[in-house]
Protein backbone atom coordinates (compact mmCIF):
# COMPACT_ATOMS: atom_id res chain seq x y z
CA UNK A 1 0.00 0.00 0.00
CA UNK A 2 1.16 3.68 -0.22
CA UNK A 3 3.45 4.71 2.23
CA UNK A 4 3.78 8.34 3.58
CA UNK A 5 4.31 10.80 0.65
CA UNK A 6 5.67 14.25 1.05
CA UNK A 7 6.11 17.29 -1.65
CA UNK A 8 8.01 18.84 -2.68
CA UNK A 9 10.83 16.59 -2.14
CA UNK A 10 13.28 19.65 -2.87
CA UNK A 11 12.69 23.40 -2.12
CA UNK A 12 15.18 25.86 -2.68
CA UNK A 13 14.16 29.43 -1.32
CA UNK A 14 15.86 33.01 -0.94
CA UNK A 15 16.26 33.56 2.65
CA UNK A 16 13.20 35.89 3.74
CA UNK A 17 10.81 33.82 1.80
CA UNK A 18 7.69 31.70 2.83
CA UNK A 19 7.66 28.09 2.35
CA UNK A 20 5.08 25.32 2.72
CA UNK A 21 5.95 21.53 2.84
CA UNK A 22 3.17 19.15 2.48
CA UNK A 23 2.36 15.62 3.97
CA UNK A 24 -0.20 13.08 2.87
CA UNK A 25 -0.01 10.44 5.60
CA UNK A 26 -1.13 6.33 5.68
CA UNK A 27 -4.18 6.76 4.70
CA UNK A 28 -6.32 6.12 8.18
CA UNK A 29 -3.47 7.34 10.52
CA UNK A 30 -4.67 9.28 13.45
CA UNK A 31 -1.09 10.86 14.55
CA UNK A 32 1.08 12.66 12.54
CA UNK A 33 4.30 14.09 13.30
CA UNK A 34 7.02 16.47 11.80
CA UNK A 35 10.68 16.26 12.19
CA UNK A 36 13.96 18.25 11.18
CA UNK A 37 17.19 16.46 10.04
CA UNK A 38 20.09 18.37 9.85
CA UNK A 39 23.01 16.75 7.89
CA UNK A 40 24.96 14.15 9.66
CA UNK A 41 22.30 14.33 12.56
CA UNK A 42 19.41 12.38 13.72
CA UNK A 43 15.90 13.65 13.17
CA UNK A 44 14.42 16.38 16.19
CA UNK A 45 11.00 16.26 16.97
CA UNK A 46 9.07 19.76 15.98
CA UNK A 47 5.24 18.47 16.04
CA UNK A 48 2.72 16.16 16.44
CA UNK A 49 -0.84 16.09 15.62
CA UNK A 50 -3.90 13.69 16.62
CA UNK A 51 -6.29 13.97 13.65
CA UNK A 52 -6.64 17.63 13.29
CA UNK A 53 -5.85 18.31 16.56
CA UNK A 54 -2.13 19.93 17.59
CA UNK A 55 -1.13 18.51 20.87
CA UNK A 56 2.58 18.97 20.73
CA UNK A 57 4.31 21.66 19.05
CA UNK A 58 7.20 22.37 21.58
CA UNK A 59 9.89 21.28 19.07
CA UNK A 60 9.07 24.13 17.05
CA UNK A 61 12.35 26.38 16.76
CA UNK A 62 10.39 29.47 16.87
CA UNK A 63 7.33 31.37 15.89
CA UNK A 64 8.42 31.24 12.04
CA UNK A 65 7.29 27.70 12.02
CA UNK A 66 3.66 26.51 11.90
CA UNK A 67 1.91 23.49 11.62
CA UNK A 68 -1.63 22.38 10.55
CA UNK A 69 -3.73 19.67 9.96
CA UNK A 70 -7.10 20.84 9.40
CA UNK A 71 -9.10 17.93 8.23
CA UNK A 72 -7.19 15.50 10.18
CA UNK A 73 -5.47 13.49 7.07
CA UNK A 74 -2.73 15.98 5.08
CA UNK A 75 -0.43 18.17 7.01
CA UNK A 76 1.40 21.51 5.83
CA UNK A 77 4.40 22.70 7.68
CA UNK A 78 4.92 26.28 6.78
CA UNK A 79 8.21 28.50 7.38
CA UNK A 80 7.47 31.98 7.26
CA UNK A 81 10.99 34.64 6.52
CA UNK A 82 13.09 31.27 5.98
CA UNK A 83 17.26 31.84 7.25
CA UNK A 84 20.05 30.14 6.33
CA UNK A 85 19.73 27.92 9.69
CA UNK A 86 16.42 26.30 8.64
CA UNK A 87 18.33 24.63 6.24
CA UNK A 88 17.67 20.84 6.45
CA UNK A 89 15.39 17.85 5.71
CA UNK A 90 11.89 17.84 6.84
CA UNK A 91 10.42 14.49 7.83
CA UNK A 92 6.61 13.64 8.33
CA UNK A 93 5.55 10.41 10.00
CA UNK A 94 2.63 8.81 10.83
CA UNK A 95 1.09 6.16 12.66
CA UNK A 96 -2.17 4.19 13.30
CA UNK A 97 -3.36 4.64 16.85
CA UNK A 98 -2.83 7.54 18.97
CA UNK A 99 -0.88 5.85 22.14
CA UNK A 100 2.77 5.76 22.46
CA UNK A 101 5.03 2.76 21.61
CA UNK A 102 3.53 2.49 18.13
CA UNK A 103 5.46 2.18 14.69
CA UNK A 104 5.98 5.67 12.92
CA UNK A 105 6.42 5.39 9.23
CA UNK A 106 8.63 8.23 7.62
CA UNK A 107 8.16 9.72 4.60
CA UNK A 108 10.93 10.70 2.07
CA UNK A 109 11.33 14.21 3.27
CA UNK A 110 11.90 17.43 1.72
CA UNK A 111 15.21 18.94 1.42
CA UNK A 112 15.46 22.64 1.71
CA UNK A 113 17.97 24.91 1.31
CA UNK A 114 17.64 28.16 2.30
CA UNK A 115 20.38 30.81 0.33
CA UNK B 1 21.04 16.40 29.53
CA UNK B 2 18.81 13.10 28.99
CA UNK B 3 19.90 11.53 25.20
CA UNK B 4 20.22 8.74 23.31
CA UNK B 5 23.53 8.17 21.96
CA UNK B 6 25.66 5.99 20.09
CA UNK B 7 29.37 4.12 21.11
CA UNK B 8 30.20 4.16 17.24
CA UNK B 9 30.14 6.85 14.45
CA UNK B 10 30.97 4.42 11.47
CA UNK B 11 31.37 0.49 11.31
CA UNK B 12 33.26 -1.37 7.92
CA UNK B 13 32.44 -4.97 7.80
CA UNK B 14 33.02 -7.51 5.37
CA UNK B 15 29.44 -8.93 3.56
CA UNK B 16 28.84 -12.15 5.03
CA UNK B 17 29.50 -11.46 8.47
CA UNK B 18 27.89 -10.29 11.53
CA UNK B 19 27.52 -6.67 12.70
CA UNK B 20 27.07 -5.10 15.80
CA UNK B 21 25.58 -1.67 16.24
CA UNK B 22 25.24 -0.35 20.01
CA UNK B 23 23.34 2.31 21.32
CA UNK B 24 23.06 3.67 24.82
CA UNK B 25 20.51 5.64 26.76
CA UNK B 26 20.42 7.95 29.65
CA UNK B 27 16.62 7.92 30.96
CA UNK B 28 15.64 5.47 33.16
CA UNK B 29 11.92 5.97 32.57
CA UNK B 30 12.47 5.04 28.82
CA UNK B 31 10.18 2.10 28.14
CA UNK B 32 9.82 1.53 24.26
CA UNK B 33 13.14 1.27 21.69
CA UNK B 34 13.76 1.58 17.96
CA UNK B 35 15.98 0.93 15.02
CA UNK B 36 15.26 2.51 11.74
CA UNK B 37 17.73 2.53 8.68
CA UNK B 38 18.07 5.10 6.95
CA UNK B 39 19.49 4.66 2.88
CA UNK B 40 21.09 8.45 1.28
CA UNK B 41 18.14 10.50 0.50
CA UNK B 42 15.67 8.61 1.95
CA UNK B 43 13.53 8.86 5.33
CA UNK B 44 14.46 5.95 8.07
CA UNK B 45 12.64 2.81 7.67
CA UNK B 46 11.33 1.15 10.71
CA UNK B 47 13.63 -2.01 11.38
CA UNK B 48 12.92 -3.61 14.55
CA UNK B 49 11.37 -2.30 17.89
CA UNK B 50 11.48 -3.45 21.84
CA UNK B 51 9.59 -2.71 25.05
CA UNK B 52 11.27 -2.51 28.40
CA UNK B 53 9.80 -5.42 29.65
CA UNK B 54 11.97 -7.27 26.90
CA UNK B 55 15.43 -8.20 26.64
CA UNK B 56 15.24 -9.51 23.71
CA UNK B 57 13.71 -9.77 20.23
CA UNK B 58 14.42 -11.30 17.01
CA UNK B 59 13.10 -10.54 12.99
CA UNK B 60 14.51 -11.35 10.20
CA UNK B 61 18.41 -11.23 9.77
CA UNK B 62 17.74 -9.13 12.86
CA UNK B 63 17.77 -8.84 16.70
CA UNK B 64 17.75 -6.28 19.48
CA UNK B 65 19.19 -6.69 23.12
CA UNK B 66 18.06 -4.37 25.61
CA UNK B 67 20.23 -4.05 28.68
CA UNK B 68 18.17 -2.10 31.40
CA UNK B 69 20.76 -2.30 34.34
CA UNK B 70 23.39 -0.81 32.16
CA UNK B 71 21.35 1.35 29.70
CA UNK B 72 21.99 -0.45 26.96
CA UNK B 73 20.64 -1.21 23.23
CA UNK B 74 22.34 -3.37 20.52
CA UNK B 75 20.95 -4.10 16.92
CA UNK B 76 22.79 -7.44 15.30
CA UNK B 77 22.66 -8.38 11.61
CA UNK B 78 23.20 -11.72 10.68
CA UNK B 79 24.95 -12.17 7.35
CA UNK B 80 25.29 -8.45 6.42
CA UNK B 81 24.49 -8.03 2.55
CA UNK B 82 25.61 -5.02 0.76
CA UNK B 83 22.03 -3.69 1.02
CA UNK B 84 22.66 -3.15 4.70
CA UNK B 85 24.84 -0.27 3.79
CA UNK B 86 22.99 2.68 5.28
CA UNK B 87 23.07 4.93 8.41
CA UNK B 88 21.22 3.06 11.36
CA UNK B 89 19.38 5.31 13.96
CA UNK B 90 18.24 4.07 17.65
CA UNK B 91 15.41 6.09 18.90
CA UNK B 92 13.64 6.22 22.35
CA UNK B 93 10.28 7.25 23.52
CA UNK B 94 8.70 6.99 26.92
CA UNK B 95 4.87 5.55 27.62
CA UNK B 96 3.07 8.86 29.04
CA UNK B 97 5.94 11.11 27.86
CA UNK B 98 5.02 14.01 24.98
CA UNK B 99 2.53 11.91 23.15
CA UNK B 100 5.03 9.87 21.47
CA UNK B 101 7.40 11.88 19.71
CA UNK B 102 10.95 10.10 19.58
CA UNK B 103 14.06 11.16 20.35
CA UNK B 104 17.11 9.67 18.10
CA UNK B 105 20.75 9.50 18.38
CA UNK B 106 22.83 10.52 15.95
CA UNK B 107 23.10 7.87 13.90
CA UNK B 108 25.88 4.61 12.96
CA UNK B 109 26.58 4.28 9.44
CA UNK B 110 27.46 0.75 8.34
CA UNK B 111 29.62 0.01 5.38
CA UNK B 112 29.42 -3.09 4.20
CA UNK B 113 32.68 -4.48 2.09
CA UNK B 114 31.89 -6.88 -0.89
Known amino acids: GAGVSQSPRYKVAKRGQDVALRCDPI?????LFWYQQALGQGPEFLTY????????KSGLPSDRFFAERPEGSVSTLKIQRTQQEDSAVYLC?????????????FGPGTRLLVL | GESVGLHLPTLSVQEGDNSIINCAYS??????FIWYKQESGKGPQFIID?????DKRQGQRVTVLLNKTVKHLSLQIAATQPGDSAVYFC?????????????FGKGTKLSVKP
Open chain 1, 27 to 31: SGHVS
Open chain 2, 50 to 54: IRSNM
Open chain 2, 27 to 32: NSASDY
Open chain 1, 93 to 105: ASSLGQANQETQY
Open chain 1, 49 to 56: FQNEAQLD
Open chain 2, 91 to 103: AENRYGGSQGNLI
